[in-house]
C-alpha cells in the first residue's frame, strides 16, 4: 500500500530533522504510563546538558530578529534531547546582550524600566530553548566535540539549568510554558527562541519569539523583590520586518483554533457542588495540530473527553494547572470543523449562608486565548430554593424534584458567559423605551455588615433606578441597547464584571452610604460596557481603553446628569487629573513613570501597581472629556458635533472590534482635520504640558479691546500642540468663551477685538 499524503508530509518532515541532526537518541527512561504530554514535561523539566556535545565558543554572534547574542568566550553545550529532539543549548562564560526596540513607543517602554532605548547587558549564564534554525547555525559555525568536562563544572551548570527551568513550569501540575509545549507537541519548526541569561547576583532577563502571539518579540524580567519565578513584560512588538511592510498589524491573526458553538449542560447540587457536561465546536486554523488546549478554572478536574466520532480522547489535566491539553488523533487540519465533548467537576463556589461567591465567573468553562465570539445554549441544574440568572434569553423553566432547570439562548455570537446564583430580592424596572432591568439583592447581609456599614433602605430600588436611567441615557447618546432585557445581580466582593445583559455588582454599592457620585459612577460604567466592550469591542489590548475608559467616562457624564451637579462632575475630574499628574512623585525624588494609554493592560507592573486603572480607565477618559470640549460650541455650549462624533462610533462599528486607529478616522471625519498629532500625544505618549498664561489688554481708538495673550508650553516637545478653552469675564456678569490654538514652547496669540475690558480670562476653561 503506497503512503497517503500525510504519511508523505510526516515521513518528509522527519526526514529533514534527520537531516539537520535534530533528533538524537534520548537517555530518558520510557514509561509506558505517561502520555505524549507527560513524555515531554519530563524531558523538559529535566533538561540536561550534554557534556558529550560542548563547543569552545571564542567572539560568536547571532542575531534574533532585533535582539543580538554574542557569546564573547566560553563553553556552549547542546542539552539532551527532548522527545527524541535537540531543542536547547546552555552557554557558560562571557556574553553580550544587545536589544533595541524598532518602534519609538516600545523604546520609550525600555527607557522608563531600565533608562536607557538601547538595552546592553553582560551575562555569564545563558538558557536558549530553540524551534528554529539555531541548532544547524551552532552546528555550521562551531566545532562540537566529545570531552571530558572538568568536575567541577558539571555541578555548577547543573544548577544553573535547574534555577533557569524553574521559570518555565511549576512541577506540581506538570505546567510549563504552554507556546513550548504546543510546538514540540505538534513537531514545529515554526521559528519559536526563548532566551534566559543573566549574570553573577542579578535578576535574569528573557528574550522570546513566539509564533503563537501576534506581537511575537517579547523582552521580559523578574520582578523586583519577587520570590516566585514569574516574568513580567518589558517591550512587547511585531517582528522588525512587518513594520517595514507597512500592513495593518492589528489585523494579524495567530489563533490555532476558533470555537464556533458552545453547548453546555451544567448540575449545581443543593450542597453546592459543580459539574458540567460542554460540546464544543471548534475549526482548526492550523494544519497538523497533535494537540490543542484549553483554560479551565483550575479548581475544576476533568472526568473525560470524546472526540467528535465518539473515540476517547488522550489528555492532560494538573493539579492547579490551567490548562487541560487534549490529544487530537488524527491530527487538527486547516478550516475543518471538530466536536470535542468535555465532562468535568470541581469546586467552582465559595458558600456562607446564602451568599454564593463564584470563584471564576470567566473560566468556569473551556476556554481558547483568543477572543472569538462564540454561540452559546446553556442549560443549569439548579437548587430551587435558590434564584439563578444567565446571560442570554430564558427559553425554558421547569422544577421537579426540588430542582430548577432552566435553558438560556444566546441569538448571536458573544465573547464569554457568565451566571449567578444566590437568595435574591427582586427589583423590576419597567420604563418605557428601555429594556426590561431586573435587580437582583442578596437577603443576607450577615457576613458584610461589620463596622460603621449600615443597611441602606430599599437599596434595590436605589440601584434599580441607577440601571435604568444610564440604560436610557447611554440610548440616547450612543445608540439602541444591544440588549433587550437586563440583569444586575449583587455579588459578594468589591468589584464589578460586565457580560452581555449581566452585570455584577458589588456588595458594596448597595450599602454605600457615599454622597460623592462615585456609586452613581460605578454603577453606571458596568451599564455602559454594554455598548463599550460588548456592543463596540476593541481589537488588542492596545485598544482596551475604548472599553474601559469609554465605560468610565460614560459614567461620570451618567453621574453629572443624574445628580444635576457639575461641581461634582469638575471634582472628579480634578481629582482624576491630579493623580494622573503626580502619579508616584514623591518630597524626595519620584518613581518609575507610567507609560501611555496605549501599553492597556501593560501599564501595570510591579513597579507601577495601579496604573491600569490610572491610566486606561481614568486618563481614558480624560482624553474623551478633551475630545468633547474641543467641539463643544462655546457661544451656545451645544453639544451636538461630540454627540454625533460617538453615535457614529458606536453605530460603524457596534457587534464588530475597533482599533485606535478606527476611533481616529471618525474622530477626524467629525473634527474635519489630520487628528494624528493628539493621538500621538495623549494615547501614544505620556508628555502632559504645565502652562503659563498671560495677558493684556490696549483700548482701541473706536473703544475696542485688543487683548494679546502669551502662552508659554512646558514639560513637553515643542511641536506639542493643543486646542485650549479661555472664558472671557466682563463687568456685570457678561462674559465670552472662545478656543485658542497653542503650540510650541511660547505662543503670542491675538485675540477677537473685545467689546469691554475683561474682568478676567480663565484659561483652560472645562
Sequence with gaps: MGLNLR????????LCILASGLIANSDQPFDDNLNQY??????????EPDFHKSAYVQDFTFQRDVARFTLVEGNLYLCKPVMNRVVAAVFI???????????????????RVYETESLDREFNFLLIIFADSTLLEFQ?????????????????VRKQLKYALKYMGKPKGKEFNAAIMKTFLDVESNGYFYAHFSRKKSRPIFFVINPYEAEEI????RPKNDRSYSTEIVCQFHKKRDYQSGLDLSYESKETMVVSDYNIDAHITKDFEFSASVQIKITALRDHQNWIYFNLFHDLDVDSIFLGDGQEAEFFRGKENPYVWIQCNPALMKDQTYNIKIDYHGELFEVKDDWVFIKAPVFWYPLTNNRNKSMFDLTFHTPADFDFICVGEKVFSETKEKVTTTRWIFKKPIRNASFNIGKFNKYRVNNEGIPSVTVFMAKSYSRFLKGNIMHVTRAEELVGFDIANSIGFFQQMFGRSPMDAFYATEIPGYHGMAFPGLIHLSWATFQSMDTRGYQEIFRAHEVAHQWWGIGVDFRTYHDQWLSEGFAEYSGLWYMQLVLEDNEKFFRILKEWRDQIIYNRKYLFGSGQEAGPIWLGYRTSSTTTRGDYDLIIYKKGAWVLHMLRNMLIDLETMNEDRFLNLIKDFYTTYRDKQASTYDFQKIVEKHFGMDMEWFFKQWIYGTDIPTYEFA????????GKYIVTCKVKQLDVPDDFRMIVPLHIEFSQGQFVKLKIFVQGSLSEITLPLLPSKPKKIIFNDL
Design 695 to 702: 495677558y493684556k489688554s490696549e483700548k482701541t481708538k473706536e
Design 7 to 14: 504519511s508523505t508530509r510526516i515521513l518528509v518532515g522527519l
Design 93 to 111: 562564560g562571557s556574553g553580550q546582550f544587545h536589544f533595541t526596540p524598532p518602534i519609538e513607543a516600545e523604546r520609550k517602554q525600555l527607557y
Design 140 to 156: 555550521r559555525n562551531l566545532t562540537f566535540i566529545n570531552v571530558r568536562a572538568i568536575s567541577q563544572v558539571i555541578p555548577k
Design 38 to 47: 507527560e513524555h515531554l514535561y519530563d524531558d523538559l523539566i529535566h533538561l
Design 218 to 221: 517579547r523582552l521580559l524580567r
